[in-house]
């Protein structure tokens, strides 16, 4: 094995998710593309609220190599209001049904959502992840998973999206979040959900300081301890902004291709990301100098 091979020295089950009854093998990254049908989201509220505009986007998205299109009707961002379950469902459920009609076979549907309302109608109109920024910690959105087949995202985040970032405090970030982890794994399993159908997302950006968000970054291999693959999702992210001391958004891209090379390397899996087609570029690249010996 040459060095450069450090994602290949984790054990099997960092790299194999079961989606739908189906082993997604990541040995080979993907990419999950984002759509907000939202109108205050942080990076691009308001672009796709309407059903027609997610619907393009999603295909968009698909069409660069985004194997993953995951539909969000609530933004997280730092300070966002919380959205009725009925608002949340006209915007994304909508949306979901028509790129479920027009969509690759290939191609996965997530939802986006902490509301056990919202993932178990849209398992019901074709998305096959959920993804919950809040861990999985409401036992009725265990439910939800137990009852279904679908891949699961179980992501940290310390607090909720409108005092996330008040002071974000953690003795060790690392070590208080790989016991998070290991504790939802285990309630998960013991509610029937097996941890073959779960990856995890460390939550950079939601209750962390820049600091906390760089350590994480570089510690995927300690995260990858739990033996479960790893999503990153640092798209845009402001911590970016603040470490180049630059306030316009678009300066926020290249990093983040960076970041998808940089934690590619590290052992992270999935990269849910605003841009597919450059970030899937940086994947494949990264992985074709592990990959040569």
Same mark, same amino acid.
């Given at each position: 094995?040459?060095?450069?091979?450090?994602?290949?020295?984790?054990?099997?089950?960092?790299?194999?998710?079961?989606?739908?009854?189906?082993?997604?093998?990541?040995?080979?990254?993907?990419?999950?593309?984002?759509?907000?049908?939202?109108?205050?989201?942080?990076?691009?509220?308001?672009?796709?609220?309407?059903?027609?505009?997610?619907?393009?986007?999603?295909?968009?998205?698909?069409?660069?190599?985004?194997?993953?299109?995951?539909?969000?009707?609530?933004?997280?961002?730092?300070?966002?209001?919380?959205?009725?379950?009925?608002?949340?469902?006209?915007?994304? *459920?909508?949306?979901?049904? %028509?790129? $479920?009609?027009?969509? &690759?076979?290939?191609?996965? !549907?997530? +939802?986006?959502? /902490?509301?056990?309302?919202?993932?178990?109608?849209?398992?019901?109109?074709?998305?096959?992840?959920?993804?919950?920024?809040?861990?999985?910690?409401?036992?009725?959105?265990?439910?939800?998973?137990?009852?279904?087949?679908?891949?699961?995202?179980?992501?940290?985040?310390?607090?909720?999206?409108?005092?996330?970032?008040?002071?974000?405090?953690?003795?060790?970030?690392?070590?208080?979040?790989?016991?998070?982890?290991?504790?939802?794994?285990?309630?998960?399993?013991?509610?029937?959900?097996?941890?073959?159908?779960?990856?995890?997302?460390?939550?950079?950006?939601?209750?962390?300081?820049?600091?906390?968000? *760089?350590?994480?970054?570089? %510690?995927? $291999?300690?995260?990858? &301890?739990?033996?479960?693959? !790893?999503? +990153?999702?640092? /798209?845009?992210?402001?911590?970016?902004?603040?470490?180049?001391?630059?306030?316009?958004?678009?300066?926020?891209?290249?990093?983040?291709?960076?970041?998808?090379?940089?934690?590619?390397?590290?052992?992270?899996?999935?990269?849910?990301?605003?841009?597919?087609?450059?970030?899937?570029?940086?994947?494949?690249?990264?992985?074709?100098?592990?990959?040569?010996?």
């Amino acid at each position: 094995m040459s060095q450069n091979s450090a994602i290949f020295k984790h054990s099997r089950a960092t790299r194999m998710w079961s989606v739908s009854g189906n082993i997604k093998d990541l040995n080979k990254g993907m990419i999950m593309g984002i759509v907000n049908t939202t109108p205050d989201s942080f990076s691009d509220g308001g672009h796709f609220y309407s059903k027609e505009d997610a619907v393009n986007q999603a295909i968009k998205l698909e069409k660069h190599g985004a194997e993953i299109i995951d539909f969000g009707g609530e933004s997280t961002r730092p300070g966002a209001k919380k959205v009725e379950t009925q608002d949340e469902l006209q915007r994304v *459920l909508p949306a979901i049904q %028509s790129f $479920n009609e027009k969509k &690759s076979d290939k191609t996965l !549907i997530s +939802i986006d959502t /902490s509301k056990p309302e919202i993932a178990k109608a849209a398992i019901t109109n074709g998305a096959q992840i959920i993804n919950d920024v809040t861990g999985f910690t409401d036992p009725r959105m265990r439910e939800i998973a137990a009852n279904s087949d679908c891949g699961l995202v179980v992501m940290h985040m310390a607090g909720n999206p409108q005092s996330m970032q008040e002071k974000p405090c953690y003795s060790n970030v690392v070590e208080e979040i790989i016991e998070f982890f290991a504790n939802q794994l285990k309630i998960c399993e013991d509610d029937g959900i097996e941890k073959e159908r779960i990856v995890l997302d460390p939550g950079i950006g939601f209750g962390k300081t820049i600091e906390h968000n *760089l350590e994480l970054l570089k %510690s995927i $291999n300690n995260l990858l &301890s739990l033996e479960r693959p !790893i999503l +990153i999702g640092a /798209s845009r992210k402001s911590f970016i902004s603040k470490v180049l001391e630059r306030d316009d958004l678009e300066a926020r891209e290249w990093p983040t291709v960076a970041l998808t090379s940089y934690c590619r390397e590290l052992g992270a899996s999935i990269f849910r990301v605003h841009s597919s087609l450059d970030n899937l570029q940086a994947l494949r690249m990264t992985e074709a100098i592990i990959n040569s010996d």
